[in-house]
């Protein structure tokens, strides 16, 4: 539904790059649930990346609890989260108004709304949408971690690049919480965070693949058509502007695979149906089966770079030249990660308040 | 909304594999829609793939219309499609019932439906269940195509065979009507039939990966957030049992570029405004740019194989091994393209109408 | 969402009066629900009314379940209901077609669909259709019960009679499953069946008020905003045709009432919460409070009368008169009762199963 | 889908009596369409009523544009519309959390939130809540506006007082336009501006009936089954509090008539067809017909009156006895009528909005 996601739980997202204002509503997490500010907090210093490797736009993003939560828990009505817009260079934008920005929505946004589209900074397609899009999540996150239920991501990819998959979850999720730059590998974080510099002195950018895992999601959730577990995901996920594909288990390397080399065998382990690979990523017909839900989204490079580009002035129709001014990321796939576990946790908790009710999360 | 997709155009789908009967109710399309039988009969056709290589189970398939549909067109009112079920051996199914097929979706059945669930031959999550899906597709493409917008499928891998890319969208289209082994070039067509015929001899089964671009599609549809054009797909594209990865133009090689490789290009081409490259595949902030919109699917092999597996007995808690006995294809790779077009062809159609108002098809 | 009803639990309707078949999909209701054949063969005799005053086209109307039940229960998965046409006599109609018949929706069916509409005996907007809401409503209504949920109707006004209201819920509620004629007072009962019959001889129709009361639902259900019970039940409500009015406890009477006079002072029962009147019908800021449910329809007359009337040609946009032929009831409100129970659970069972989760009737 | 209402044209709202703040977000409105803050202001002030005759408690009301508008005029991405809440004496409440107002929603929140709602002032389910959805209303009120769409309300009847019934709509629109007490008869107005300041002075409280009339609907909107205006419009009337009846055209009265005489004439008018009288209220088959679409609400006292109630304490499960303080209306009716304009309006976007498609109100 548009700008809405979610049946059981759903969050509705507002707001422009330059407006008064961004946020969302979310509807229907259960009565109770713990509202951590501080982990929200936390979740939006994340999101913000490295210093050193990410955007020279600097806000508080403080993010205002306007509804919904009373003494320090959710109400079970909808909460709404706002963060005003301080740091708001407007002027930049005016003059290339009409000049589609290559792989950005200048020009499909034109198409869409017909030049009544705020255009400053991206307006309603702006990167810095994700900001409430994480304030939901880190709620959702926390919902899900009351029930033994956690997400985290690492980059699996960037450029040629490669982390190591996911060991042992536990360990490997702990050492990403505390790391601004989410690879798992010491010798490849550096390499990648190298990598990044580099591109940011050469005014390129550079994209990258992300891996995330779902540790502790109970069997028998999701539907068997059009509401699949990896339809709702994938859904969710393709939301994130930048993420141009997600693939769940083995993906697209079981283009490669045979019937006996895919299958996952179940075998029974202390009273638990198990199987002994993962291949197709803890879900079965749409559903969840108890093991690990796993999936890579694509990241595609920053649009923005400081280099001269071919486009199109799409008010006079003439061929025309850009160089992007203001501030922008050498790669944001380090900062996705987090945008990625909150649209996760939030189509997880649509989907279990669907499959067991709204209390699901009450304590 | 579970076992319906779509907002403005909807599909609703229903039945088992061994029921009476499985169809559809697709409710939205325009009133004076030409509904076309012979089109539909011949999609069914398609469905069921290159005989030799394709499943033993032969339904005639025949899809009879039950309402909606008046002197050959759509009256506006829903239109619900069934085919019944004749060739059901159900005895094959009821010793093995607890056992759980490796990769199938009987364990987790077992899980969501609590032992309630028909569990013969797959039940609702039976790949037979893409029959309506594509009865109701073909009437989604025809009203597609009454607008100039076209879709095709080929594969674009199977196994380690790769196919060609598209060149030129409508003889290319042309040719992939005619094929019932999608695959562009002709002497890769003749290495994949090879290698599914092999994979049939052994016993075993083999994934793939589809590719697939739309023609003619209008720029300014799709929404930022949420029901981007790539999220709207994705929900439909992996609620086809078997697709366990969807990328968009350069998906996953997105990983490997920078910005100043991956960034399309605008120009404006007689009037119009186009890209050099289809990087994003013809979608730019989830909206369509006018651009072809591509992507691929990656599809798994078929679980069912002739090999003695390990699995558990779900009910009584017991490790077992499984030899599945019956019919199955040692690939659904050539068939799952028309079940692609199809779900593509409904989702458009649901953007297009929510976007243009219900009489966008009317003639 | 169009022909389709509930978020949770949902009801897909399909048909025309002179088409193939007729029906419906229902999808949600809990794996394990108990589908009792013989209950919804007796609601479908209910519906067809009292012999004498009812319709003239006979319609065996049996009920045929193409999917989402096996071995006597729900799947869990979309049941399909289906009732093939038999009786359509299709000749009476063509020569018609153009001529509105008064209060009928041949003149609004002409504007929204164009001139595609099947316009055979009313087509999609033929009261046939409250046959497979009936049908579902058997299987609502037997989900209900299993959990002590009980819904009945009475007719308390036709013309200027009046039934009693409900007195002793259980008893009254008995008493009305036997009868034909529902209304509680027996005195009453031939005075409106005499009135309706007289209306029958005079070729003119009757309206009137149907009361329903729904006991045994527990307190907490709803939604303080849009999704209010009363919200949900008159969405269903006026979806069923002729009901033209809908309120809930005192109703329109809350209009003459002062507020010490409306306000249902609560007490304590035995553990229990309850209100010593029930002027708030059950619900209290949207959310069910433990009492009964209750509310009232007005029915409005069967617009086919045996009379001269005034219409219009709308193709030629000429005035004209009209006398229609063909079989009609000089009332339905009799037969309308079964109707409303039928989407009174529905909605009801939608709503309980959005809070309790997926398995809240599962046995 | 909880608390938000719509398809096409989706209102969704937030906040507490004693929150930070209250508002709403409103997605899917034309881009282009004209957002006049003066409008919205005076409804704003409509909906304070007239100041004698209300409650004393007086916030400023100041509707805050967070998002969704550039330059005066909808962007088409979603509108948040926040009023920060500012007068709010929470320490009135505490002491009387677990008494249930009679007629109030106290009770069932516990029971549907288990204790975690927010008690202040009715939290979620205050009046107050109809702020936002009066803003929200003024929108979709001026693009209705500019389709030449016009809506009014009147009160019909307030205890035994009976207004007349709207005779030449567009003088009566324009009188209503101007005035505090919406009663079309002036001699009425006065005498139910005397009843409801006798009820004030006696600590009670009167309900009423309220009657609304919409102009310039076009023919062919709406749907014939579960979303038919009716549905859809009752849906979003009974989400305003103190809403229990609902009816169209002539509603109950339906009960009293033949279809001789309810019957709706069609003719031709300068062509145009049109019908003598209009007893359907502009409504056949769920579907407009042009002709002005009236309905009628039935609206119940302010349940907060100065005397002593009968009640429980549920959370000591005992009998007591409330005498409500603070600040309370001894009627709402003169007030809620631009309460039911506003979600009127509101419901007719989405209905236009889903049947002409998103830039129905693009200038």
Sequence with gaps: MKNTFGNSLSVTLFGESHGEAIGCVIDGISPGTEIDKGFIA????KRKGVNA??????ERDEVKILSGVFE?????TPICLMIENADTKSKDYSKSKDLARPSHADYTAECKYGG???????????????APLVAAGAIALKALESKGIKIATHISRCGD?????????EEDFALLEKLDMPVLCEKKREEISALIEECKKDGDSIGGVLSTAVIGVPAGVGEP???TVESM??????????????????GFAFGKMKGSEANDSFYCDAGTVRTKTNNNGGING???????????????????????QETVNFKDMTDETILIEGRHDPAIIHRARVVIDSVTALALCDLLIGHFGTDYFKP
């Design 42 to 45: 936390s979740q939006m210093e």
């Design 72 to 76: 320090g828990r959710a109400t079970g």
């Design 161 to 169: 690049i490669e982390d190591r998959e996911f060991v042992a979850y």
């Design 225 to 227: 058509w059009f509401d």
């Design 233 to 250: 995901l994938s859904h969710a996920l393709f939301s994130v502007p930048a993420v141009k594909g997600v693939e769940f288990g083995s």
């Design 53 to 58: 490797l990410s955007t020279a736009r600097r």
């Design 116 to 130: 009544f589209q705020d255009y400053r900074g991206g307006g309603h397609f702006s990167g810095r949408l994700t």
């Design 286 to 308: 749409g559903i969840t089966n108890g093991m690990p839900v796993t999936f890579r989204c694509a990241v595609k490079p920053t649009p923005s770079i400081y280099k001269k």
